[in-house]
């Protein structure tokens, strides 16, 4: 078992700067364009660190006062399968809670079966495309959760 710490990190934050960019890289990589999107200027980022260094990221961004939308989940290669995206996730959603929310919805794409797996394990369900996404269902999965 790991020692996690997951705290809450400005975009500006160095780190979280190259998580951020290390998970558009990998999006785009199995994408093309289409991997790339926008994170609102109101998102919130939490950070995992574990032996001081910062392995993973996550952010739950406004859609509306009761809603918010999940983006940019990532975790460094080296420690995936160590429950660290499982934690964020339980974090963003204590974060998006407490903040008022009361639905969280989050797109991943069909290239990336181990995060629909972990967000069909952790009670996501599939919601009708939304935003960029309506045009590529044939790519993406887009989920909702009630909180």
Do not use: W
């Not at 032996?51 to 006062?65: E, F, I, K, L, S």
């Not at 660290?84 to 008022?100: F, I, P, Y």
């Not at 996404?133 to 993406?140: G, I, L, S």
């Amino acid at each position: 078992m790991i020692t996690m710490l997951i705290e809450e990190r400005p975009l500006a934050d160095e780190a979280l700067s190259a998580l951020v960019d290390a998970a558009f890289a990998e999006l785009v990589a199995k994408y093309g364009a289409e991997g790339r999107s926008g994170v609102d200027p109101g998102a919130r980022f939490l950070v995992a660190v574990v032996d001081g260094r910062a392995v993973g990221c996550g952010a739950v961004q406004p859609v509306d006062p009761a809603t918010g939308e999940v983006k940019r989940m990532y975790v460094v290669p080296e420690h995936r399968g160590r429950g660290v995206a499982r934690s964020l996730l339980s974090a963003l959603e204590d974060l998006a809670r407490a903040q008022g929310n009361t639905a969280l919805r989050l797109t991943t794409g069909y290239l990336q079966p181990e995060a629909v797996n972990l967000y069909r394990s952790s009670g996501y369900e599939p919601i009708p495309h939304y935003g960029k996404y309506v045009h590529t269902p044939e790519r993406f999965f887009c989920f909702g959760k009630a909180l």
